[in-house]
């Protein structure tokens, strides 16, 4: 479990030095008002719409397979509506790592919290079943501000990423768990503690069921939500967050613990978890993250590729 975010003179080495102007003129953006940062981002996720050809390409057909009911014109109002979102993540993740918990309470509202107190009131370990939303970044550093967690994050590769992604998340909480410690997982949920959990992407066929998601009748699913609640002896709430119409701030919503789960079927409760998925994303589908090729593993090694 990471506690702390290491630094050493080693980041400082000038194969990092662009990396660090980058992260210099990032933090140049804090004095800009909010509207005016995601004014500016809308027209980052622009630009990238017209330079990220394969990118395009994945979410377009992300859309096609979701939501084959929507004209093709819909569609494509719906994605240049995602790029543009996307664009906007990226204040969302400068804000989150570097605005003082002054500034985040002041462009956040939360709905919900009663049930992650009840919950730990209870004994009982709270997980956060929530999707990748553009914006998941700042909900947990909003989330943070009334009850500190626990994140599963992936370690990054740059050394000087991790050390910001760290720092940045250790903000408004507890520790960080790389995703694949399911034991320090456990010990969290058992003490009890809040973790965060998703399951909205494609992590191979390992440990994958095949089930129903919008219209694909076959997404590859992990089961974990039930092993980690089961072992975890824990509650599974589900977690959305929202930038604003306006985008004046943030809303996060935490919705009552799921009754009956974990069930006796894992594949019956993926179902559910992918049932809560579908109404999480259609809450606000343009600031989900399309980008990822979330159809790639096929039920047979022989079936040919969605993408």
């Known amino acids: 479990m990471v506690e702390k975010a290491q630094f050493s003179t080693h980041l400082y080495h000038p194969k990092f030095w662009l990396l660090w102007f ?10 800009l008002p909010l509207k005016w940062q995601m004014k500016l981002g809308s027209t980052f996720g ?49 804000n989150a790592w570097w605005w003082n918990n002054d500034k985040v309470q002041k462009h956040m509202q939360i709905k919900g919290q009663e049930h992650v107190e009840q919950t730990l009131a209870a004994g ?19 989330f943070g501000q009334f009850q500190p967690g626990v994140g599963v994050y992936r370690p990054h590769n740059n050394p000087v990423m991790e050390y910001l992604q760290v720092k940045g998340r250790l903000r408004s909480n507890k520790a960080l768990v790389p995703k694949r410690d399911l034991r320090q997982m456990v010990r969290c949920l058992r003490n009890p503690d809040v973790i965060w959990y998703t399951a909205d992407q494609d992590f191979g066929r390992s440990s994958a069921v095949f089930i129903p998601l919008f219209a694909v009748p076959d997404a590859a699913t992990i089961t974990g939500g039930t092993t980690l609640a089961k072992l975890g002896k824990a509650k599974v709430l589900p977690f959305f967050v929202e930038r604003n119409a306006d985008d004046t701030g943030y809303n996060i919503e935490i919705q009552a613990p799921l009754d009956n789960f974990p069930g006796e079927n894992e594949v019956e409760d993926a179902k559910r978890g992918n049932g809560i998925v579908e109404q ?28």
């Open 22 to 31: 980058a992260v210099g003129l990032a933090r140049l953006t804090l004095l």
């Open 46 to 94: 622009l630009l990238a719409m017209k330079l990220a050809g394969s990118r395009v390409n994945t979410a377009r057909r992300n859309l096609e397979l979701c939501f084959p009911q929507m004209s093709e014109a819909e569609r494509e109002t719906l994605l240049r509506r995602n790029f543009q979102e996307t664009g906007k993540a990226i204040f969302d993740t400068i």
């Open 124 to 142: 009982q370990g709270v997980i956060l079943f929530a999707v990748h939303c553009l914006p998941l970044e700042m909900g947990a550093r909003i």
């Open 280 to 307: 999480l994303i259609s809450r606000n589908p343009a600031q989900y993250m399309w980008l990822h090729r979330r159809f790639k593993t096929r039920p047979n090694e022989s079936d040919p590729s969605l993408y």
